[in-house]
């Protein structure tokens, strides 16, 4: 049986470089779900690899034709970023082994598409001081830093991951990336190859 493994945790819990490390491993044979997004590419990222960069128009487009499984809006200083998953030609899950990026609240609609026995949560978590430090440090290296940006979504992290929500969306495993990301990264590969199995 194919399954998704959804990597979930709140900002700067490391999420993109575990993604990153994890999807490399050829032993684990893992396709990227790759999702789409209307906010602006940011330094470093590359259309199609972190998300499908678009605008307005075709997520409008995406919905008429009833394509997009879920989606995300948040009310940002630099106004709406919308964040979607769509039922599209890249993905196959009745074949193939995927792996995705999310948060709680796309995880909980993607379960509910696709159903329980094939999405699979992966929880990463850091300590709030520490994930605020690297926040703070990745945002100064960026060319125009948005530090409001940065503490709104600090704080809604905190809602929106609080420990009831993660309850009812069945969040029993979690990994820690608090010291060492690579053990953190060997930790959720041997859970990933162990899920493959059933």
Not at 53 to 68: A, P, Q, S, T
Not at 73 to 90: K, L, M, P, R, S
Not at 100 to 109: F, N
Not at 151 to 180: M, T, V
């Amino acid at each position: 049986m194919a399954r998704l493994f959804y990597m979930i945790g709140k900002s700067s819990t490391g999420k993109d470089t575990i993604y990153r490390e994890v999807i490399s491993r050829t032993d684990l044979d893992l396709n990227p779900l790759v999702m789409y997004t209307t906010r602006p590419i940011r330094k470093g990222e590359t259309d199609g690899k972190e998300y499908y960069f678009v605008d307005e128009n075709v997520l409008n487009e995406l919905e008429k034709e009833g394509r997009v499984i879920e989606k995300r809006a948040y009310h940002t200083i630099h106004g709406i970023w919308t964040y979607f998953t769509v039922d599209d030609e890249h993905a196959d899950l009745n074949r193939k082994d995927y792996l995705a990026i999310g948060t709680l609240e796309s995880y909980a609609q993607i379960r509910n598409y696709y159903g329980e026995k094939l999405v699979v949560p992966v929880y990463i978590q850091v300590e709030d001081g520490l994930r605020l430090e690297r926040a703070l440090k990745r945002e100064k290296q960026q060319p125009v830093p948005k530090y409001e940006e940065l503490c709104r979504r600090f704080l809604a992290d905190q809602a929106d991951y609080a420990e009831e929500k993660l309850a009812k969306a069945g969040i029993d495993r979690r990994f820690s990336n608090d010291k060492d990301i690579m053990s953190c990264v060997e930790e959720v590969a041997a859970f990933i190859r162990a899920g493959q199995k059933k």
